[in-house]
């Protein structure tokens, strides 16, 4: 509501006439402007302003050399650390096995080639029946085309109920019984500061 139609209502309410309408629509308002005149900027010597460029420059390039120093460590993840014991019990813990012979070696390559070619065969296979399956279902969507466009489009059509699918995954942590869950509350855990 603009402050001149509010005025307008004042003025026909108190004086009930077209007097206090047309002295409202006299009064004019305009925005307020919270200005203040602009400050001189300080002429400083390009000499001081050169110094503070350079000292920002140099200050963003030992950064960037301690970055880059930084860079080649790897964070050490603790699941992945050795533990001190099993270093010292290593001797101990090694076996000692005896070297495969040259048959062995031959033996288990040509089951690992023949490992490959079974799996390639069955792999395949596989693709040769989906390839299969595909050809009839595509046949049988042309013919049931021919013969009607209704049947046609309801049996393209998806049916969301074929894989009626509701999960609940786990959660984090189980429920807690009775739990109330605050509605807006939290805790303001920033420090104060104090001078003494």
């Known amino acids: 509501m603009s402050l001149l139609s509010a005025f307008a209502r004042l003025g026909l309410q ?18 307020v402007l919270c200005a203040e005149p602009l400050k001189k900027k300080k002429k400083l010597d390009p000499q001081i302003v050169k ?9 963003i390039e030992k950064q960037i050399r301690r970055l880059e120093k ?31 012979s040259s ?3 031959e033996e288990r390559a ?8 079974y799996k390639h065969d069955e792999r395949v296979a596989d693709f040769q029946i989906i390839d299969r399956l595909v050809q009839a279902q595509n046949k049988a969507l042309a013919e049931l085309r021919r013969e009607s466009e209704e049947l ?3 049996a393209i059509e998806v049916d969301p109920q074929l894989l009626p699918v509701s999960l609940k995954g786990p959660v984090a942590t189980p ?9 807006g509350d939290y805790l303001h855990q920033s420090m104060k500061w104090e001078v003494k």
């Open 14 to 31: 108190r004086t009930g006439g077209v007097a206090g309408a047309a002295f409202a629509r006299c009064i004019q308002t305009t925005p």
């Open 51 to 59: 110094q503070r460029e350079d000292r920002k420059k140099k200050k």
């Open 70 to 100: 930084n860079a080649r460590q790897l964070k050490p993840v603790e699941e992945l650390e050795v533990p001190l014991e099993l270093i010292d019990e290593k001797d101990k813990r090694q076996r000692k096995l005896t070297p495969l």
């Open 103 to 105: 048959a062995e070696l």
């Open 110 to 117: 040509l089951l690992k080639k023949q490992w490959a070619h």
């Open 152 to 154: 046609y489009q309801a």
């Open 175 to 183: 429920p807690i019984k009775n739990y109330v869950s605050p509605d």
